[in-house]
């Protein structure tokens, strides 16, 4: 799928869709709990709805009660010979390959697409160490685990991804022994806060000592009702397009969130935003941008909307983390040089940095998304601030994770061309 976007204003409110972290850390919840739970704001993107296939496929009860209203009745029996597809949810596939190996049976993985070329040799590694026997195709996709499994304490690189700590501090409640996990160099630690939230509200502790979590051992997930919070991700190029110029207000997102990209926030003011907010309403004001600097190793979903305002500011740019984009949908930081500088912006990549060179100035073009959602809406954004049309490829990769995206675009300008 194609899709133009024209230059121009941007103007109106948006009411930002549901995390889907934040909803697939609920559905699995959900789904280990005994009786029913009842979720509120559950959206529509690809990630989400694969959960929820998945954990029907393990047994769960889906009674979908309107749009975003799902009633989950929790796993009663689990099956045998069970294949179970994240289709491209990283963060999907690694609760699913933990929880399926605290099962007493033989479980399949599967995805498809990007999620094919992403490595799971931590899960080789690991879940060996709580006695589950795994099988893989040479640290990629397919996964077969055999669990269940046992609890132990062992020691843990988490440099690579919080997903696969989640994952365990999700399995490893249900072990008959208790477990402590020490995490080395541990990265994206919002994200593994967001998921002790979650278990809490469905009855499970756990309890962290700077980079140490004690699990006990035979504790049950108790049915709840849960909220989905709105998505600072997906709020990340709205907030970014109102602070470029555009006149936009962000309507839905929790200020005392644990999301990790909350702290897009500070990198606004560090390029001179000034930030109102009113109830879940936030406004920027952008007339004074500057080049800044910014760490995003925490929160690596944040360098295509760090790019379009780096773009935006006058001067040097630079920002942390690149080595967190080399395994997600696209090799994402390589894709947003190509991408932008076929718009005429000039980013260079040494190391785990990223310079951007930003001019105010973008160049209408022909770009392609590589499949990565989030590159979709970057260029999207980007375009609306181009000099001349910008035609963007796969453009129905915002499917992933915010499949409104498009009709949210257009109900905001008179010059949006499907």
């Known amino acids: 799928m194609k899709q133009i976007v024209q230059p121009g204003l941007l103007s109106g409110t948006i009411q930002i869709p549901a995390s889907k972290s934040d909803s697939q850390r609920a559905i699995l919840c959900a789904a280990l709990s005994d009786g029913v739970s009842v979720l509120t704001g559950v959206g529509k993107s690809d990630d989400e709805q694969a959960m929820l296939r998945a954990v029907a496929e393990m047994g769960a009860k889906i009674n979908v009660l309107s749009d ?3 009633e989950i009745s929790g796993i009663s029996h689990f099956p045998e010979n069970v294949e179970l597809s994240a289709a491209e949810s990283g963060l999907g596939l690694r609760l699913l390959t933990c929880v399926a190996a605290s099962f007493n049976q033989k479980v399949i993985l599967t995805g498809r697409g990007s999620l094919l070329k992403r490595p799971m040799n931590f899960l080789d590694a690991v879940l060996p160490q709580f006695g589950c026997a795994v099988a893989s195709n040479h640290g990629f996709l397919p996964l077969e685990v ?3 499994l046992v ?4 020691t843990v690189d988490g440099s690579l991804s919080s997903q696969f700590i989640s994952g365990l501090l999700m399995a490893l409640p249900r072990s008959r022994q208790s477990s ?3 995490v080395l160099d541990m990265k994206s630690g919002p994200y593994i806060q967001m998921t002790i939230r979650t278990l809490k509200q469905f009855g499970i502790k756990i309890e962290q000592a700077g980079s140490q979590f004690e699990i006990l051992g035979n504790q ?3 049915s709840t009702d849960y909220s989905i919070e709105a998505d600072w991700s997906s709020a990340s190029y709205w907030l970014v397009a109102a602070a470029v110029g555009h006149s936009i207000t962000v309507s839905g ?3 005392n969130s644990l999301q990790a990209d909350k702290v897009l926030l500070d990198a606004l003011i560090s390029a001179g935003c000034k930030i109102s907010f009113e109830a879940q309403t936030i406004r920027i004001d952008g007339s004074e941008l500057h080049s800044f600097m910014f760490d995003a190793t925490d929160c690596p979903d944040l360098f295509p909307a760090l790019v379009v305002l780096a773009a935006k500011c006058n001067g040097i740019s630079t920002f942390k983390g690149v080595d967190r984009l080399i395994h997600k949908e696209s090799n994402r930081g390589v894709v947003l040089q190509s991408e932008f500088g076929k718009m005429g912006l000039k980013i260079e990549l040494k190391g785990n940095f990223m310079t951007v ?4 100035l973008l160049n209408g073009a022909a770009v392609d998304s590589h499949h990565d959602h989030r590159i979709a809406m970057c260029m999207a954004i ?3 601030l181009a000099i001349g049309e910008t035609n963007i490829t796969n453009a129905e990769a915002v499917s992933k994770s915010y499949p409104d995206f498009w009709n949210h675009l257009s109900g905001l300008t008179n010059h949006f061309a499907v």
Do not use: E, R, W
């Open 382 to 384: 980007a375009g609306t």
């Open 68 to 70: 975003s209203k799902v």
């Open 253 to 255: 997102l929790k200020m």
């Open 220 to 222: 049950l997930y108790q």
């Open 151 to 154: 609890g132990t304490t062992i």
């Open 357 to 360: 060179f930003g001019t105010g």
């Open 180 to 182: 402590v996990l020490t």
């Open 146 to 148: 055999q669990g269940p």
